[in-house]
């Protein structure tokens, strides 16, 4: 499998990683799941994180060759 395939599947893995985490934090902000203040600034900054990765190897991904 080419590099760049590689790349987009990671970049894909990522994304989706970020919806799911980023439904768990309104979850917990609604009350639906335990969870306090700390918990949402902690999946927060997961969120980013994945949200950079996902970017990062898109980018890679479109524009790198291999």
Not at 46 to 53: P, Q
Request: aromatic share 14%; net charge positive.
């Amino acid at each position: 499998m080419p590099q760049s395939n590689v790349y987009a599947l990671i970049a894909l893995a990522s994304f989706a990683a970020t919806l799911l985490v980023s439904r768990v934090v309104v979850r917990i902000q609604k009350g639906e799941m335990p969870g306090g203040d700390l918990w949402v600034l902690y999946l927060r900054t997961l969120v980013g994180f994945l949200f950079a990765a996902a970017i990062i190897y898109g980018y890679r991904a479109l524009f790198i060759p291999n």
